[in-house]
């Protein structure tokens, strides 16, 4: 949804839309809760559900919807001959609504708290007439006696279902609800002004993370060549992420590469991340002789081996990455195998469900 959150604030002044979102999964699928699709009065179609599965089938239902004004709720399950589904044997439920233009201000404020970076969730009542309610950290304003539910699942950080499950007296005073939660995105801090992180910052931003260039030379440290990132800052690494950890701008989400090969730069900022309390992945560009080097350094500095096998050095996944650009695949891969606990093993190798809950 946040990334058709834009479009459908452009529509919503001239015409009513339909938003279809994923509100649970069950087994294999191929997208997560909170995907979202939507259906314009004129026809057009943006974002997409399951890659093409269940698409035709909500865009029926979605048109009825745009008609009638009545939500309505479906799953889709295993595919087979006769019936629309999902081939992966997952199941889904798809709620598909309507919006129009008496929905703008509740929109325009989730827009703005997303372009702010601050945490916040979208309740949505899975009636056929909805209620719907932004919630943000600290917010105790009583909801349909939802709002203790719903605000637990902003503080864990993650999509769920709260409410009534059934057809009980107290469905009508605590409702089937879908919670959206959107998190502050997560972020990438690049050591080092060089192509390798222009390439890691260009291709790390397409996945969402907020990156961070810096590099205490100044001449190299500039906006223009580093036109992907968030932020370039001209600093000695560790000095800006010591400062970024005293300010509470560092969770168990941040990811920390050196991408230097000087001493000087990368043995202070590993030292600097293997001290935080909290951090998500610490990587270090470079040979093996190199890794040997930085080793025995943090060694010098005191730092056990278990407490160095943090560092993920050499950087990357063995896929014969040699260009600026396949380093940059080599290393979010391995990133994300990491973040996932996966693998990172080849699919064709393995057995179970692809899509890990």
Same mark, same amino acid.
């Given at each position: 949804?946040?990334?058709?959150?834009?479009?459908?604030?452009?529509?919503?002044?001239?015409?009513?839309?339909?938003?279809?979102?994923?509100?649970?999964?069950?087994?294999?699928?191929?997208?997560?809760?909170?995907?979202?699709?939507?259906?314009?009065?004129?026809?057009?179609?943006?974002?997409?559900?399951? *890659?093409?599965?269940v698409e035709?089938?909500?865009?029926?239902?979605?048109?009825?919807?745009?008609?009638?004004?009545?939500? @309505?709720?479906?799953?889709?399950?295993?595919?087979?001959?006769?019936?629309?589904?999902?081939?992966?044997?997952?199941?889904?439920?798809?709620?598909?609504?309507?919006?129009?233009?008496?929905?703008?201000?509740?929109?325009?404020?989730?827009?703005?708290?997303?372009?702010?970076?601050?945490?916040?969730?979208?309740?949505?009542?899975l009636?056929?007439?909805?209620?719907?309610?932004?919630?943000h950290? *600290?917010?105790?304003?009583?909801?349909?006696?939802?709002?203790?539910?719903?605000?637990?699942?902003?503080?864990?950080?993650?999509? *769920?279902?709260?409410?009534?499950?059934? @057809?009980?007296?107290?469905?009508?005073?605590?409702?089937?609800?879908?919670?959206?939660?959107?998190?502050?995105?997560?972020?990438?801090?690049?050591?080092?002004?060089?192509?390798?992180?222009?390439?890691?910052?260009?291709?790390?931003?397409?996945?969402?993370?907020?990156?961070?260039?810096?590099?205490?030379?100044?001449?190299?440290?500039?906006?223009?060549?580093?036109?992907?990132?968030?932020?370039v800052?001209?600093?000695?690494?560790?000095?800006?992420?010591?400062?970024?950890?005293?300010?509470?701008?560092?969770?168990?989400?941040?990811?920390?590469c050196?991408?230097?090969?000087?001493p000087?730069?990368?043995?202070?900022?590993?030292?600097?991340?293997?001290?935080?309390?909290?951090?998500?992945?610490?990587?270090?560009?470079?040979?093996?002789?190199?890794?040997?080097?930085?080793?025995?350094r943090?060694?010098?500095?005191?730092?056990?081996?278990?407490?160095?096998?943090?560092?993920?050095?050499?950087?990357?996944?063995?896929?014969?990455?040699?260009?600026?650009?396949?380093?940059?695949?080599?290393?979010?891969?391995?990133?994300? +195998?990491?973040?996932?606990? +996966?693998?990172?093993?080849?699919l064709?190798?393995l057995?179970?469900p692809?899509?890990?809950?």
């Amino acid at each position: 949804m946040r990334d058709l959150l834009g479009q459908v604030l452009e529509l919503l002044p001239d015409q009513a839309v339909a938003l279809a979102r994923i509100v649970d999964r069950t087994g294999a699928g191929p997208r997560e809760t909170g995907a979202a699709m939507v259906v314009t009065a004129d026809g057009r179609v943006l974002g997409s559900l399951s *890659g093409g599965c269940v698409e035709s089938a909500v865009l029926t239902t979605a048109h009825q919807v745009l008609i009638d004004g009545q939500a @309505c709720l479906e799953r889709f399950a295993a595919a087979d001959e006769l019936a629309v589904g999902l081939p992966c044997g997952g199941e889904i439920e798809v709620f598909v609504e309507r919006l129009d233009h008496t929905d703008l201000p509740r929109l325009r404020a989730l827009h703005t708290a997303l372009a702010a970076h601050h945490p916040v969730a979208y309740a949505t009542t899975l009636e056929s007439t909805p209620d719907r309610k932004l919630l943000h950290p *600290g917010d105790s304003h009583p909801w349909r006696g939802l709002d203790q539910d719903a605000a637990a699942l902003l503080t864990a950080g993650h999509n *769920g279902l709260i409410g009534a499950q059934d @057809c009980t007296p107290a469905a009508a005073d605590r409702p089937r609800t879908f919670v959206q939660v959107f998190h502050t995105p997560a972020r990438m801090i690049l050591a080092g002004a060089n192509d390798y992180t222009r390439a890691l910052s260009a291709a790390a931003t397409t996945l969402g993370y907020h990156v961070t260039v810096v590099d205490a030379r100044e001449t190299f440290t500039t906006p223009t060549r580093f036109p992907a990132a968030h932020e370039v800052v001209v600093d000695w690494p560790h000095r800006y992420l010591e400062a970024e950890q005293a300010a509470a701008r560092i969770d168990a989400r941040t990811v920390v590469c050196v991408l230097t090969h000087d001493p000087k730069f990368d043995v202070p900022l590993l030292s600097s991340a293997l001290r935080l309390p909290q951090v998500g992945f610490i990587g270090a560009l470079g040979s093996r002789r190199a890794h040997t080097d930085r080793t025995t350094r943090l060694q010098e500095a005191g730092f056990t081996n278990l407490e160095i096998a943090r560092v993920r050095s050499p950087l990357g996944l063995d896929i014969a990455a040699h260009t600026p650009e396949e380093t940059a695949i080599s290393i979010l891969a391995q990133i994300l +195998a990491d973040r996932g606990a +996966a693998t990172a093993q080849p699919l064709t190798t393995l057995t179970g469900p692809i899509h890990r809950r």
